[in-house]
């Protein structure tokens, strides 16, 4: 049983291009969840997502980001016109049910992310 | 919404010793507080987690203890070994139903260095 897939694992993107995160959840799962990860911070919540629906995007910037998780396929981060204040690490989480606190085994399982530098 | 502190940003110790790592929380309405361990080049690892009903939970040689009025939770790891080494992030979340229950604000976390 594969856990949450991301990729590439590492991404570089000159200033002004397009980047795109891959993120398979874990077989089962239908709750998508994308966190940035800046240099020597915390993970910060930027979007929940079910199939095919979008639940809360509050933590995305309003401009150049989007993401989706269609019917069928992995969930999608789209990063447009990239500029260096993107470069980050991007980490995906999948559950089974909305939400966490369901404690080891359940809730939340992360990726092991996205390293995207731009330059 | 939600803040959380976490100290210390660094924590160096030698094996065998213990480690603990203290956080702190703004928004009254958390009450489920998990840690993560992540290790260089991978995604962050559930270790342990609490909920606002329990004061502290034991799991080998990690326990978690949790003081609701003081908004104050730590982690706490005996018989440190060099295998422990990695960066910990505690968070919070409210798990208020109809509320947003999956949505976790972490610490900037701190890097444990277990010296042989």
């Known amino acids: ?119 | 919404g939600e803040n959380v502190e976490q100290h210390p940003s660094t924590l160096s110790v030698q094996e065998g010793d213990s480690a603990v790592i203290k956080c702190t929380y703004s928004d009254s309405a958390s009450n489920y507080f998990p840690w993560y361990k992540q290790e260089l080049g991978k995604g962050p690892q559930l270790i342990i987690d609490i909920r606002s009903n329990v004061g502290e939970k034991k799991d080998q040689r990690i326990a978690v203890t949790l003081n609701k009025t003081a908004k104050h939770f730590s982690l706490h790891i005996t018989e440190t070994q060099p295998e422990d080494s990695a960066v910990y992030f505690c968070a919070a979340q409210p798990q208020n139903s109809g509320g947003s229950n999956y949505k976790l604000t972490f610490g900037k976390g701190t890097l444990l260095t277990v010296n042989p």
Request: charged share 25%; glycine share 12%.
């Open chain 1, 1 to 119: 049983n594969a856990g949450v897939m991301q990729n590439p694992r590492h991404l570089v993107r000159r200033r002004g291009q397009e980047a795109r995160l891959r993120c398979s959840p874990m077989k089962g799962h239908s709750h998508v969840y994308w966190y940035r990860q800046l240099p020597e911070e915390g993970l910060k919540f930027m979007v929940y997502l079910q199939k095919e629906n979008i639940i809360d995007e509050s933590g995305m910037p309003k401009e150049r980001f989007s993401a989706e998780f269609p019917k069928e396929g992995p969930s999608i981060l789209r990063i447009q016109q990239v500029v260096r204040g993107d470069s980050a690490a991007y980490f995906c989480a999948s559950s089974p049910l909305a939400g966490t606190g369901l404690g080891k085994g359940y809730g939340y399982t992360f990726g092991s992310g996205t390293r995207l530098t731009v330059v």
